[in-house]
């Protein structure tokens, strides 16, 4: 197995954790580093997008399909609840997650300082108003983690680099990172260039 993957990205991040969470043996493909890996991934994915997953003859793109798959075809631990009713609502928070704040985290990214003021201040009131959703278990919804956390993780690591601070209206959502920036899956995660960042959202 083989994740084409770029070394800063929010999204090959996300599967980076599902697969180090797992403890699943793979080659991860840096295309920042390796021109002819970058060159194999134009070939493969139509999208030329990372990440892009390869086990054996199925290819796969897009973190949330990988995620998805990585759950079913290697069980435990498992990422998502076993009841339908916990599942539907995991799934829910998740959508939320990826249709306002990852948007705002791509904005932010691919913004001028100036012109990102507008997507940080959305996304850091956004979390904060969500303060309440980080104080019923140890992870989202619960005290497993899943997949939701897998996506908040890469999000929550780069708040320092989208310059948000949360203060004290985001105490629950701080405790919430620090016990999951403590997993050692997801320090396995980082690539060196994400353990420079310094986290501090305090």
Not at 9 to 14: G, L, P, T, Y
Not at 50 to 64: E, F, I, Q
Not at 124 to 147: C, H, P, R, T
Request: net charge negative; with cysteine; proline share 7%.
């Amino acid at each position: 197995m083989a994740l084409y993957s770029a070394s800063e990205s929010i999204e090959c991040h996300r599967v980076r954790f599902v697969l180090a969470e797992k403890g699943i043996n793979v080659e991860i493909v840096d295309v920042d580093s390796d021109p002819s890996a970058a060159a194999d991934l134009a070939e493969l994915n139509p999208y030329n997008e990372t990440p892009t997953l390869v086990d054996r003859d199925l290819l796969l793109h897009d973190a949330g399909v990988i995620n998805d798959y990585l759950d079913e075809r290697y069980p435990h631990p498992p990422l998502m609840p076993v009841d339908p009713v916990s599942r539907a609502w995991l799934r829910l928070v998740h959508y939320r997650i990826l249709r306002d704040w990852y948007p705002l985290a791509h904005e932010i990214e691919n913004s001028t300082p100036r012109k990102a003021e507008k997507p940080r201040k959305q996304l850091k009131e956004s979390i904060i108003a969500a303060n309440e959703l980080f104080k019923q278990g140890d992870y989202v919804l619960g005290d497993e983690l899943s997949l939701v956390d897998c996506t908040l993780g890469p999000l929550f690591w780069r708040l320092p680099v989208y310059g948000i601070k949360l203060g004290r209206p985001g105490v629950s959502v701080q405790g919430y990172i620090q016990r999951l920036i403590s997993r050692k899956s997801f320090k396995e995660s980082l690539t060196t260039a994400e353990r420079e960042i310094i986290l501090d959202v305090s």
